[in-house]
């Protein structure tokens, strides 16, 4: 088993392409779970009991949902959101369609995981706000928010890498990218030097994107 | 002014229900520093998170400057907490904000228009003695200064009641004094009412006017911090004295002691007047001590003496009836043998 160089020299077009739809599904992706994921997850803190919005109806209701989208396997979710997708991207193969399922499944996530950051704040610090008369907003915004940004930046590193693995299963609907580079070209047509190449380049994306986002977290953290 | 009526507060656990605030009355007048004592777990620090409704009273009324607050619910309630400061044992800052950003937090609760805030937040850390330590982050303060970053957020919107919970129980007892100083300051310059609550008697015997003292979420002894201080009437409020006034004296040494054992006490400026050199000068006894102070409660003080008199019994109880002409209070503890 060894590396052919040639053969990548060869197929390197093929890798920067598949690179740049790993990077487009992860983008669109990772964008919807921050605009959707984080206000859901500030809601189930929030509407949690003994919180400052407690309303258990919300809270199940929530909860329920995201456990239930959280239950189903990526590759499942993949072939039951082809409605869905045919309805938003009007196509049902390609980055963009793979991107969708990618969302759906990403916001539930990092919801999660902005609800654990919350749950890490010092209860006090909110019972502070509130004594002092904050509004719920003002809480949100100048007292959750920027305590739990460190662990947030955390979250999100956490999401994009979860991202990168199921990225791979995108190939199911020919999303692209470089994990389905490798499982075609790797894994069916045992072509060895593609399949170490592309392992490689994710091996070193997570890397790079867990330095990033370990030094951010501690760059931006004031205590 | 605090009126607090017929107050409890329950809470479900889940081995049942805790009674955590038992029926208490309590009337805290405009302008006083009132302490409130009790070891935890007394309900001390429920009864003062209920008084801004951080904590729900099961039943029962809370006025504040008339106010029923027990009435009102969200937006209402959030206005009346403007004007109710609090300070916490463990400051709780916004740790991501600086000193300024968080003192500006509050104000912006009320609303404050934004050219306002600045020039507000540099006299609220002038008040506190922090203006060096505007762009600062919490992290970089001692503890003394991020209670007066506290103390600075707390009163942003010039509240008419100030309630520290603990707030200098986390702090050593030098830097407990200089906050116990600027909060008695606030009390005076800014006539704010401070609701206190401590386990420690030295921190109600620095600054507050009265106290309450309780004990299984009631409230067992009441009223003047001097007079409770000279005149226990609850073991519980006793056993707190006896922590800033202690008679204890080695039994080994009371074994040698043959004479008379009398405790005295000294209210008010009586203190001062030397009562026991002329005792001893008029009558044909000997005083000797065992154990004494002079407590100053706001600056009044109060002397207790522990002492063996020898002499001559009808000497000794003349001598004793002498200083109580005298204003002191005398109590035989051994008739001496």
Sequence with gaps: ?223 | MIRINDLSKEYETKKGSVIGVDRVNLTINEGEVFGIVGYSGAGKSSLLRCINLLERPTSGKIEVNGLDLTKLRGEQLRKARLKIGMIFQHFYLISQKTVAENIAFALKAADTPKEKIATRVLELLEMVGLTDKKDVYPAQLSGGQKQRVGIARALANNPSVLLCDEATSALDPNTTLSILRLLKKINRELNITIVLITHEMNVVKEICDRMAVMQDGRVVEEGMVYDIFSNPQADLTKEFISSVVSFEVPQSILDQVTGRIVKVLFKGNVAGEGVISDMVQNFDVRGNFLHGSIEYIQEVPLGLFLMEIQGQPENITRAITYMEGRGAQVEVVRSGH
């Excluded at chain 1, 999660?112 to 019972?127: A, C, N, Q, W, Y």
């Design chain 1, 1 to 223: 088993m060894g590396i052919d160089i040639q053969h990548v020299i060869e197929l390197w077009p093929e890798i920067l392409k598949a690179f740049g739809q790993t990077m487009y599904m992860i983008g669109i992706s990772l964008a919807v779970a921050i605009i959707i994921g984080l206000p859901l997850g500030i809601i189930l803190f929030v509407t949690d009991r003994g919180l400052f919005l407690e309303n258990r109806v919300i809270k199940g209701i929530l909860g329920f949902i995201v456990n239930m989208v959280r239950s189903i396997p990526f590759i499942i979710l993949l072939v039951a959101l082809i409605p869905l997708t045919k309805l938003l991207v009007d196509s049902t193969i390609g980055p963009a369609a793979a991107s969708v399922s990618l969302s759906v499944a990403a916001i539930p996530f990092f919801a999660r995981i902005v609800e654990t950051s919350l749950r890490e704040i010092d209860k006090g610090v909110i019972e502070a706000a509130i004594a002092v008369g904050a509004t719920p907003w003002m809480i949100i915004k100048d007292v959750l928010l920027p305590e739990a940004k460190s662990s947030l930046v955390q979250g999100i590193t956490l999401t994009i890498i979860s991202l990168v693995a199921y990225s791979a299963m995108a190939g199911v609907v020919g999303g692209g990218g470089i994990g389905d580079l490798a499982i075609r070209f790797g894994y069916y047509r045992y072509d060895n030097t593609i399949m170490i190449v592309t392992v490689v380049i994710l091996i070193v994306l997570v890397q790079i994107i867990q330095q990033l986002g370990d030094w951010t977290s501690k760059a931006i953290d004031k205590r």
